[in-house]
């Protein structure tokens, strides 16, 4: 069997990921798998990685596994997104681990392992991914989603957030979200922002946010994009505008099931090539990670990354 690179995240949920890995690395030894595992030390520091690991196998063929949140594996992804030998893993080990979701990836670490340890065919799919051009870092990668607004505004506080350090303890981490959510919703203003998509122009006065998905959830858990595909080529785009706030707490509140979308306020587009400008720079995120700020060019890349999967088809969720 070839070897597999491990990225872990110690730092993950408040630290616990450092648990799992000890018990993934006992899982390891006892069947005798050869494997090399790296710890990150800082943010960005897993893309380092990953893309050192990709550069040094010239083009041979392996398997990267983030273990952490979703923000350790956006990181990798953008680390290896440029390596077409390189097939990605991950084993859930943070707050909100959206990608397990959307992507049928197991829960438990250890069934996780056992995905990434059995690498047939039938596990390897090839899934799309967004691209983003923008001044700050030129151009990052997202496998989930990204946003500009209000949804960006929550993801950086609630990443920089003490009370997640404090729920992570109890399992609660991805309540922050839920409780920065409401926190933000009192003080945030509506931003003027203009999207074309595929050529055609949309221009919004007061928009809250614009999500781009590829596949249907975000922010730990919410069914922000239901009809969203990761293999199908495109992105759906979901606008938020000329809601008022108390009406945007029941959008809230039905997005966990994807019934958010009956609200007239909520606007969805399909599209494979995107872009969102502003009159004032308004703050963006990819996979919940602060990015910069508009304006954005975004574009979807079809069937550019090879992940591990449960299921032959990704675009069905776990239930």
Same mark, same amino acid.
């Given at each position: 069997?070839?070897?597999? =690179? ?10 616990? #990921?450092?648990? +799992? ?13 050869? =494997? ?41 992804? @953008?680390?290896? /997104? *440029?390596?077409?030998? +390189?097939?990605?893993?991950? %084993? ?7 990608? *397990? ?15 990434? %340890?059995?690498?047939? @065919?039938?596990?390897? #799919? ?18 989930? @989603?990204?946003?500009? $607004?209000?949804?960006? /505004? ?13 729920? @992570?303890?109890? *399992? ?7 409780? %920065?959510? /409401?926190?933000? &919703?009192?003080?945030?203003?509506? %931003? ?12 919004? !006065? ?6 781009? *998905? !590829?596949?249907?959830?975000?922010? $730990?858990?919410?069914? +922000? ?8 080529? +495109? ?65 979807? #890349?079809?069937?550019? &990354? ?5 299921? !032959?088809?990704? $675009?069905?969720?776990?239930?």
């Amino acid at each position: 069997m070839e070897k597999i =690179y491990f990225i872990v995240n110690p730092n993950a949920k408040n630290g616990s #990921c450092r648990e +799992i890995w000890r018990k993934l690395e006992g899982e390891l030894e006892t069947m005798d798998i050869p =494997y090399l595992a790296f710890f990150t030390e800082r943010a960005g520091h897993a893309e380092e990685l990953a893309g050192s690991i990709a550069r040094k196998l010239s083009g041979r063929q392996a398997t990267i596994a983030a273990v952490g949140g979703d923000g350790t594996l956006h990181e990798v992804v @953008n680390g290896a /997104a *440029s390596y077409p030998n +390189i097939i990605v893993g991950f %084993i859930p080990g943070g707050s909100g681990n959206d990608f *397990s979701r959307g992507f049928a990836i197991p829960k438990k670490a250890a069934e996780a392992l056992g995905l990434v %340890i059995d690498q047939s @065919n039938s596990r390897i #799919c090839e899934i799309d991914i967004g691209k983003i051009q923008h001044k700050e870092l030129h151009e990052t990668y997202f496998m989930n @989603n990204m946003g500009v $607004g209000f949804d960006a /505004a929550v993801a950086k506080e609630s990443n920089e957030s003490r009370m997640k350090l404090l729920l @992570n303890r109890v *399992s609660l981490g991805r309540l922050v979200y839920v409780y %920065i959510l /409401a926190k933000k &919703l009192l003080t945030f203003r509506t %931003i003027p922002i203009h999207i074309t998509i595929e050529g055609k122009e949309f221009h919004y !006065n007061d928009a809250w946010f614009v999500t781009v *998905s !590829n596949q249907p959830y975000y922010g $730990g858990g919410m069914k +922000i994009a239901p009809g969203a595909l990761p293999d199908d080529g +495109i992105l759906d785009v979901t606008v938020v505008h000329r809601i008022s706030r108390w009406k945007l707490l029941l959008v809230f509140a039905s997005v966990f099931w994807g019934k958010h979308t009956k609200f007239k306020e909520v606007v969805q587009y399909t599209g494979k090539s995107i872009t969102i400008e502003s009159t004032e720079p308004v703050l963006a995120h990819a996979d919940g990670e602060a990015i910069g700020h508009t304006p954005l060019k975004i574009d979807a #890349c079809p069937k550019a &990354l090879r992940i591990l999967t449960e299921k !032959n088809n990704p $675009g069905i969720p776990r239930s």
